[in-house]
């Protein structure tokens, strides 16, 4: 199982990017995803998380300006970031909860990052 993470790249503030996350392999069902960034220098923290039936949460710095989504026929999420500010810029990361083939238990999983910088 693997996450491929793709749509990062340098926007001016103000500005929009949408993020994806592909999960390919042997999959039998995906739980919870979400997302993470990481700043230089800083901690990884949590952004948004989406379960599989929908329902969303989001950090406060991104609430309003971020949208979480999933596409559970295509084991992607979405990661639609509106509004940009500098302080957005980060490594992004996307996790999901999969459970696959043959198996009883929920492993975690992380993509391997996209990079997002914000900047005039």
């Known amino acids: 199982v693997q996450l491929v993470e793709s749509g990062g790249g340098l926007v001016q503030p103000g500005g929009s990017l949408r993020l994806s996350c592909a999960a390919s392999?042997?999959?039998?069902?995906?739980?919870?995803m979400a997302w993470y960034r990481q700043a230089p220098g800083e901690q990884r923290e949590w952004v948004a998380a989406v379960t599989r039936s929908g329902t969303t949460n989001y950090a406060d710095f991104v609430k309003g300006r971020f949208a979480f989504s999933r596409d559970n026929a295509k084991n992607t999420m979405y990661l639609q970031m509106n509004s940009l500010k500098p302080e957005d810029t980060a490594v992004y990361y996307c996790n999901a909860g999969i459970r696959r083939y043959n198996s009883d238990s929920i492993n975690t999983y992380w993509g391997q990052g996209t990079l997002v910088t914000v900047s005039s």
């Open positions: 392999g042997s999959i039998f069902s995906i739980n919870t």
